[in-house]
């Protein structure tokens, strides 16, 4: 009976091969989680270098694995890393060989907004310290650009408000590169647009990044690594203007200035022209008030120091005062002076005695009384001897004149040219005398007008009371003489005829 039952009993379970249980069993999990959201925290991260990337979701009771395909990576919405919360969507799946099952995952994002703020601080501490929001390392927005690069959506009011601020402000060109500000490939294509404004031929002056308002998850692209590090690198300084003023991602600490609205963004990129008009009016004004009063300063210290310069004229005249004087004081000594160095030269010749007074004395020498001489013979030997000695004398002593003055001659000469260069200056210094005198002559009184009244004597009358010879008077003009008889004026003026 047991035998028979337990014959029954195999014969009634099928039976399966390990393949078409494991195949079952995959067809099983395919249809009945053909489309799942799984949430759990990411742990087991593991990139292989064939692009596939191998983790795991757990939570408090259990975890399953999971497998983000090479063609998927890109498009998944977000770089998962170990110990963040995710709702990762995608098809469970086994794998036979090893007689496991397996999510296979096509999107993810990140699960609440606790897990997204806890997701985006952990990455702000990383890039702090890396030193991307170092403030040394903030770039100067240019103060007029020629191209203001902006890159946001197409559609929408962002791009309509940054134009129509520029164009009233200060009109400038604007550059736009188009792309998707939310959901997924949005952080791909903001951080390529980045890295494309800074790489074309004519570069913008300054970029705009920029998006309307939204929730957390919408502005989760510019909250992304990759378009953080694309903006820390871009050479252009970089506005950011990312959801409303309140809202703030880790682009604002990244970028060189961060804006509160798109419109704010355009304001810090270009100035307002009426204000550049009334500051440079201002300043000009300035500069004109500025100039006015340097000159006024300048004109008063130089009248000042006109005041304080001599009368140069006056200075003038003086000096050519004195220099008639000594001229005409030189004119005086100068031949005084010649006499006395003609008188020093005579001297000497006074003093020789006369060739004739020598000889009469030479001739007395020898005429002396024959007492004298012991012989005649002896006599006129003496009488020779006194002779040559006396020519001897008369000889020494008229040379030894002579040689005095000589000596005394050259000794007062000038020299030709010093007795030229004397006579020109005595000849411009009387020439100089003569102007004055011709100045102060009565004759050039005369030119003027006036008359010399003389009587018939030739004196002059310098008194109406005086009375001439028959009441007759000579008038001396500048050209000749007339003659006139005085008679006396009435009260009136006239003549009393």
């Known amino acids: 009976m047991m035998e028979s039952d337990a014959a029954s009993t195999r014969g009634n379970v099928p039976q399966?091969?390990?393949?078409?249980?494991?195949?079952?069993?995959?067809?099983?999990?395919?249809?009945?989680?053909?489309?799942?959201?799984?949430?759990?925290?990411?742990?087991?991260?593991?990139?292989?270098?064939?692009?596939?990337?191998?983790?795991?979701?757990?939570?408090?009771?259990?975890?399953?694995?999971?497998?983000?395909?090479?063609?998927?990576?890109?498009?998944?919405?977000?770089?998962?890393?170990?110990?963040?919360?995710?709702?990762?969507t995608g098809k469970v799946s086994s794998y036979g060989e090893r007689s496991s099952y397996q999510l296979i995952i096509d999107r993810m994002e990140f699960a609440g907004e606790g897990a997204l703020l806890a997701n985006i601080e952990r990455l702000r501490r990383k890039?702090?310290?890396?030193?991307?929001?170092?403030?040394?390392r903030k770039k100067p927005i240019p103060f007029l650009p020629t191209l203001v690069g902006v890159v946001t959506s197409r559609a929408g009011a962002v791009l309509h408000d940054i134009r129509t601020t520029i164009e009233r402000r200060f009109p400038r060109d604007v550059l736009l590169w188009p792309v998707a500000v939310q959901g997924e490939g949005a952080a791909a294509q903001i951080a390529a647009a980045i890295e494309g404004m800074a790489q074309r031929p004519r570069r913008p002056d300054v970029l705009i990044v920029a998006r309307g308002g939204g929730s957390l998850e919408d502005l989760m692209a510019f909250n992304d690594e990759r378009?953080?590090?694309?903006?820390?690198?871009?050479?252009?300084?970089?506005?950011?203007?990312?959801?409303?003023?309140?809202?703030?991602?880790?682009?604002?600490?990244?970028?060189?200035?961060?804006?509160?609205?798109?419109?704010?963004?355009?304001?810090?990129?270009?100035?307002?022209?009426?204000?550049?008009?009334?500051?440079?009016?201002?300043?000009?004004?300035r500069l004109a008030g500025g100039l006015s009063r340097i000159m006024?300063?300048?004109?008063?210290?130089?009248?000042?120091?006109?005041?304080?310069?001599?009368?140069?004229?006056?200075?003038?005249?003086?000096?050519?005062?004195?220099?008639?004087?000594?001229?005409?004081?030189?004119?005086?000594?100068?031949?005084?002076?010649?006499l006395r160095v003609r008188s020093r030269l005579d001297a000497p010749l006074h003093q020789l005695p006369s060739l004739e007074l020598i000889v009469s004395r030479a001739r007395a020498a020898l005429t002396a009384p024959s007492r004298q001489l012991p012989s005649p013979l002896l006599m006129i030997e003496r009488r020779e001897a006194a002779l040559q000695r006396a020519q001897t004398a008369l000889a020494t002593a008229w040379h030894r004149a002579d040689q005095q003055f000589h000596l005394?001659?050259?000794r007062q000469r000038l020299s030709p040219e010093t007795l030229k260069s004397a006579i020109r200056l005595q000849k411009?210094?009387?020439?100089?005398?003569?102007?004055?005198?011709?100045?102060?002559?009565?004759?050039?009184?005369?030119?003027?007008?006036?008359?010399?009244?003389?009587?018939?004597?030739?004196?002059?009358?310098?008194?109406?009371?005086?009375?001439?010879?028959?009441?007759?008077?000579?008038?001396?003009?500048?050209?000749?003489?007339?003659?006139?008889?005085?008679?006396?004026?009435?009260?009136?003026?006239?003549?009393?005829?």
């Open 296 to 338: 006024q300063v300048s004109r008063g210290r130089l009248e000042q120091a006109t005041a304080g310069l001599p009368d140069l004229p006056s200075l003038l005249a003086t000096a050519r005062m004195r220099l008639d004087d000594r001229s005409q004081r030189l004119d005086l000594a100068l031949p005084a002076f010649v």
């Open 428 to 497: 411009a210094r009387l020439e100089g005398l003569g102007s004055y005198l011709e100045a102060v002559s009565p004759k050039a009184i005369l030119s003027r007008g006036y008359v010399l009244v003389q009587d018939s004597k030739g004196r002059p009358m310098t008194s109406s009371r005086a009375e001439p010879v028959n009441g007759r008077v000579v008038l001396s003009f500048t050209d000749g003489e007339r003659g006139a008889k005085l008679d006396a004026l009435t009260s009136q003026g006239d003549l009393g005829l």
């Open 408 to 410: 005394r001659v050259e």
């Open 127 to 136: 890039l702090l310290e890396e030193g991307l929001f170092e403030a040394d």
């Open 16 to 88: 399966y091969s390990v393949s078409e249980i494991s195949g079952a069993i995959k067809r099983t999990l395919e249809t009945g989680f053909g489309r799942v959201r799984v949430r759990g925290e990411v742990t087991e991260l593991k990139r292989y270098p064939s692009g596939h990337v191998y983790l795991s979701l757990k939570d408090e009771g259990g975890k399953i694995s999971g497998v983000i395909w090479r063609g998927t990576v890109s498009r998944l919405g977000m770089a998962p890393e170990n110990g963040n919360e995710v709702i990762a």
């Open 227 to 285: 378009v953080l590090r694309a903006v820390a690198a871009c050479p252009i300084p970089v506005i950011s203007a990312v959801g409303h003023e309140t809202d703030t991602t880790l682009i604002d600490l990244v970028s060189d200035r961060r804006a509160p609205t798109p419109t704010a963004a355009a304001e810090m990129a270009v100035p307002l022209r009426s204000e550049l008009v009334a500051d440079l009016a201002h300043r000009t004004a």
